[in-house]
C-alpha cells in the first residue's frame, strides 16, 4: 500500500477539543433523495465550519464514470465542478466542536482511503464515528420515515429494532470504514436513513431532517433544524399534491400503507422482527438498489431515465 498520508492534506487549525465526534456523509453511491448531500449542505451553512483537511481526489475520482458538470458560455469555459473530498470543523449551536467529511466516494484506493481517515481519527481524539446513507425502500411518504441502524458493537444503539435479516449488498467505503473501526475496537455507528422509492431520484429533505435528528440522539451534538424543516414540511405538501393527481399513485401509496401498517403491527413493540411476508426479500431490495443506481448512472451522464 502507498503511504496513506500521502493522500491528504492538513490545510486549517485542527480541532482544540478531544473526544470529538466525527461525522462522514460521502455522496455518489446511494444518497436516495440527495438526503446525504442535503445533510451536508444543511450543517456547513448553518454552523459555523472550517476546512481542516483536504484529500487528494485525483487519486481517488472516477472522472470517466462521474463525469464533472462544467459550464459553457458563448465561445469559452466559465466553470467547473471540481470533486471535493474535504474534512471541516465545526461547532454545533451549544459551542460543542465536531468533525464532518464531505465529497464523493472515493472509486479507486478504498483501502489506504480507509486507512488515511483512521489516522485522522487517532490524531484528532475522536469518540465516535458516525456515517451516513439513504436507501431507497419501498414505503410510503405518509408515514415515520424509518432509519437501518447498525453499530459496531450494540450498546452504541440501544433499543434498536431491526428492519432486516442477514442480507448481503453492493460494499461502499464508508460501510469498510466501519468495519476497519470496528476491527480496531473504536466506536463507530451508522445511519441509513428510508426513502420512499419513487421520490428517491429527486431531493427529498424529510430524509435529510430524519437524519439530522437521529444525528443529534446518537452523538449527543445540538444541531439545528431550520430551515431544513420548512423545506421538508414543502417537500411532503409537494408530493400529496402529486400523488392526489393521479389515480395510479394514490393506489401504489395506498398499498405501501397497508404493508407499512402490517409491518408495525407485526412488531408489536417487542423488537422482534415481523413476519417474513410483511419485508421485502432481500432479492427484491437488491434489484431496487441496482434500479437506483442505475437510474443514478444515467443521470450522472445525462441520458434520460427509463420509464
Keep these: 500500500m502507498l503511504d496513506p498520508s500521502q493522500l491528504f492534506d492538513v490545510t486549517g487549525e485542527p480541532p482544540s477539543a478531544r473526544d470529538l465526534v466525527f461525522i462522514h456523509g460521502l455522496t455518489g453511491y446511494v444518497d436516495a433523495g440527495d438526503a446525504v448531500r442535503l445533510v451536508t449542505h444543511h450543517l456547513l451553512t448553518a454552523l459555523p465550519s472550517r476546512e481542516v483537511a483536504r484529500f487528494d481526489t485525483d487519486q481517488l475520482f472516477d472522472y470517466r464514470a462521474r463525469r464533472p458538470v462544467m459550464a459553457f458560455d458563448t465561445d469559452h469555459w466559465v466553470d467547473y465542478a471540481t470533486p471535493e473530498l474535504v474534512l471541516w470543523a465545526l461547532t454545533d449551536t451549544e459551542g460543542g466542536e465536531f468533525l464532518l467529511l464531505t465529497g464523493p466516494e472515493p472509486d479507486f484506493q478504498w483501502e489506504r482511503f480507509v486507512t488515511a481517515v483512521q489516522s485522522l481519527i487517532e490524531a484528532y481524539g475522536v469518540r465516535l464515528t458516525i456515517g451516513i446513507n439513504a436507501i431507497p425502500m419501498a414505503v410510503p411518504h405518509t408515514r415515520p420515515i424509518g432509519l437501518t441502524r447498525h453499530a459496531t458493537s450494540p450498546e452504541l444503539i440501544p433499543g434498536n429494532q431491526p428492519w432486516l435479516g442477514h442480507v448481503q449488498v453492493p460494499g461502499s467505503a464508508a460501510h469498510l470504514l466501519e468495519f476497519r473501526l470496528g476491527r480496531q475496537g473504536r466506536d463507530a455507528v451508522g445511519l441509513a436513513v428510508h426513502v420512499p422509492h419513487y421520490v428517491a431520484q429527486s431531493e427529498f429533505p424529510p430524509a435529510a431532517l430524519r437524519l439530522v435528528e437521529e444525528l443529534s440522539s446518537v452523538s449527543g451534538l445540538r444541531l439545528p433544524r431550520d430551515p431544513l424543516a420548512e423545506a421538508a414540511a414543502n417537500a411532503l405538501r409537494d ?16 398499498a405501501l400503507e397497508q404493508q407499512y401498517d402490517a409491518f408495525v403491527r407485526a412488531r408489536g413493540g417487542d423488537g422482534t422482527i415481523p413476519a417474513e411476508e ?30
Excluded: C, I
Design 239 to 254: 408530493v400529496d399534491r402529486q400523488v392526489a393527481e393521479s389515480a395510479e399513485a394514490m393506489a401504489m401509496v395506498s
Design 278 to 307: 410483511n419485508l421485502p426479500t432481500a432479492e427484491e431490495l437488491g434489484a431496487e438498489l441496482e434500479r437506483f443506481l442505475a437510474e443514478h448512472t444515467r443521470r450522472w451522464r445525462g441520458e434520460e431515465p427509463d420509464h
